[in-house]
C-alpha cells in the first residue's frame, strides 16, 4: 500500500530541495578561502552529491536523492539501488565536471586579455606618473601675454601695470 500521495512526494522534494540548497550556501562559505581552482570543483561536487536524484520505483517513476539511496542501502544493507545510485552520481558528475571545463576553457581567454589590460593601464599610469607635472598646462603665470617677465627692482614694491 503507498501512503505517500503526489502531494506528499512533492512536498518532501520542496523540503529537501530547501534544505540541500542551505547545506549548499554552507559549503560555499566553507570553501571561500580556498584558491578558485579547488574551490570551484569543490562547490560542483557538492552540488552533485545533494542535488542528483536517482530512481528508486521504475513502475511509479519515484525518485530520491542518489547521496540518501546509497547511504541508506550501504548502512542497512537493504535494497539493491546503491549502484544504480552510485552510477547516477558518476553520470551527473562527468556531466557537470565537463560543462565547467567548458565554462573554464571559455573564461580563461577573457581573463588573461582583462589582467593584460590591466597591466597595460597600471604601466600607463607609471609613465605618467614618472613624467614631469606641469602645474600651468596653458602656460606659465608670468606668460600670460606671450612676453617674458621683467625683473623686477629690489627696492621697489610698486606694481606698476603694462601697457
Same mark, same amino acid.
Given at each position: ?111 588573461? &586579455?582583462?589582467?593584460? %589590460?590591466?597591466?597595460?593601464? +597600471?604601466?600607463?599610469?607609471? !609613465?605618467?606618473? /614618472?613624467?614631469? $607635472? ?5 602656460? &606659465?603665470?608670468?606668460? %600670460?601675454?606671450?612676453?617674458? +617677465?621683467?625683473?623686477?627692482? !629690489?627696492?621697489? /614694491?610698486?606694481? $606698476?601695470?603694462?601697457?
Amino acid at each position: 500500500m503507498d501512503t505517500m500521495t503526489e502531494n506528499d512526494y512533492l512536498l518532501a522534494w520542496g523540503l529537501y530541495a530547501f534544505a540541500a540548497l542551505g547545506c549548499l550556501l554552507v559549503w560555499c562559505r566553507l570553501t571561500r578561502f580556498m584558491w578558485r581552482w579547488l574551490r570551484e570543483p569543490l562547490r560542483i561536487l557538492m552540488a552533485v552529491l545533494l542535488f542528483s536524484p536517482t530512481i528508486i520505483d521504475p513502475v511509479k517513476e519515484k525518485f530520491a536523492p542518489a547521496i540518501a539511496i546509497t547511504a541508506l542501502d550501504l548502512a542497512f544493507k537493504v535494497g539493491n539501488n546503491a549502484w544504480r545510485a552510485v552510477s547516477d552520481l558518476l553520470m551527473y558528475a562527468i556531466i557537470a565536471f565537463c560543462l565547467y571545463a567548458v565554462f573554464v576553457l571559455i573564461r580563461w581567454p577573457i581573463e588573461r &586579455a582583462s589582467k593584460a %589590460r590591466r597591466a597595460r593601464l +597600471a604601466a600607463n599610469e607609471e !609613465a605618467r606618473k /614618472s613624467e614631469p $607635472e606641469d602645474d600651468q598646462p596653458f602656460g &606659465a603665470a608670468d606668460d %600670460r601675454y606671450g612676453h617674458t +617677465a621683467v625683473p623686477r627692482p !629690489a627696492g621697489s /614694491s610698486r606694481v $606698476e601695470p603694462r601697457l
